[in-house]
């Protein structure tokens, strides 16, 4: 299983970037996802999250209303578009899979993770 998570990079506050999570290796329509974050000397912490037919989602509340993520089964794939970036925000940005297809809260409920993305916003 492999989870490649891509479009990070450094952005004003203010500014949007769209995150991908590219799966392979597993059934990735029957999989529930989510996104993570990790800011320098923080632990790891919920952002969004998806059941495997999109039909629940779920975001902090720190990213409500300002993030939205969605899945493409067709490209094995997510998205989070994140906009009105503030430099709060700025952190690795970490996709994740979760075997029971559930929109999940909590990190260890995960099976397989990427690698993470880098976005950094500047004030």
């Known amino acids: 299983v492999q989870l490649q998570a891509s479009g990070g990079g450094s952005v004003h506050a203010g500014g949007s970037l769209r995150l991908s999570c590219a799966a392979s290796g597993l059934d990735f329509s029957t999989y529930g996802m989510g996104w993570f974050r990790q800011a320098p000397g923080k632990e790891r912490e919920f952002v969004s999250s998806i059941s495997w037919n999109g039909g629940t989602t779920h975001y902090a509340d720190s990213v409500k209303g300002r993030f939205t993520l969605s899945r493409d089964d067709a490209r094995n794939t997510v998205y989070l578009q994140m906009n009105s970036l503030t430099p709060e925000d700025t952190a690795v940005y970490y996709c994740?899979?979760?075997?029971?297809?559930?929109?999940?809260?909590?990190?260890?409920?995960?099976?397989?993770w990427g690698q993470g993305t880098l976005v950094t916003v500047s004030s």
């Open positions: 994740a899979a979760d075997y029971f297809g559930r929109a999940y809260y909590s990190k260890g409920e995960y099976d397989y």
